[in-house]
T-cell receptor
Framework: AQRVTQPEKLLSVFKGAPVELKCNYS??????LFWYVQYSRQRLQLLLR??SRESIKGFTADLNKGETSFHLKKPFAQEEDSAMYYC????????????FGKGTKLSVKP | GAVVSQHPSWVICKSGTSVKIECRSL??????MFWYRQFPKQSLMLMAT?????????EQGVEKDKFLINHASLTLSTLTVTSAHPEDSSFYIC???????????FGPGTRLTVL
């Protein structure tokens, strides 16, 4: 069965520290992975997707098929990065259904 | 960017009544819309996928007779919670996409409280 696992419910770091939010997936096909972010009192929005291989707001994520992981990283966290982060898996090549992880709340302290 | 709205943003109703939630794509034609449910401090759970002009596809465990979904136009999908009960209280979120997009755009969500 398809599944997305985010092992950390809460991640707390100080400003300027590196951040890594973990995401592992389970899917026998060819995965398409996304990171969504939800800032306080705002709607869910796409942060980045693996196929575009882009860096958004300093965040990057590399798909590691061997480890079935798609960890989100940022070398220097900022206070404005504090938010809820969801890793999501699409099981179809097109927009398809998204399977979400349970989310990790990132708290960046001054 | 693509904008999705939901109405109402929150609703309180009595047990046994029905509640309709609207999801609209404001600046694009949504060929597919998705409905999610989110419990407090939990992740989004996909309830159903709807394509314009056809019946919705429900996820396993979601009662299609209780959660009626209509996607009558390319800009509007509605979710009707019929005979609502307190356990239906939740945050309902819709998303929408268009065939050429490779991204879902999310609405702000609707908070339903059933007394």
């Amino acid at each position: 069965a398809q599944r997305v696992t985010q092992p950390e419910k809460l991640l707390s770091v100080f400003k300027g520290a590196p951040v890594e939010l973990k995401c592992n997936y389970s899917y026998s096909g060819s995965p398409e992975l996304f990171w969504y972010v939800q800032y306080s009192r705002q709607r869910l929005q796409l942060l980045l997707r693996h196929i575009s291989r882009e860096s958004i707001k300093g965040f990057t994520a590399d798909l590691n098929k061997g480890e079935t992981s798609f960890h989100l990283k940022k070398p220097f966290a900022q206070e404005e990065d504090s938010a809820m982060y969801y890793c999501a898996l699409s099981v179809e090549r097109s927009q398809g259904n998204l399977i979400f992880g349970k989310g990790t709340k990132l708290s960046v302290k001054p | 960017g693509a904008v999705v709205s939901q109405h109402p943003s929150w609703v309180i109703c009595k047990s046994g009544t029905s509640v309709k939630i609207e999801c609209r794509s404001l600046d694009f034609q949504a060929t597919t819309m998705f409905w999610y449910r989110q419990f407090p401090k939990q992740s989004l759970m996909l309830m159903a996928t709807s394509n314009e002009g056809s019946k919705a596809t429900y996820e396993q465990g979601v009662e299609k007779d209780k959660f009626l979904i209509n996607h009558a136009s390319l800009t509007l999908s509605t979710l009707t919670v019929t005979s609502a009960h307190p356990e239906d209280s939740s945050f309902y979120i819709c998303s929408a996409t268009e065939t050429s997009y490779n991204e879902q755009f999310f609405g702000p969500g609707t908070r339903l409280t059933v007394l």
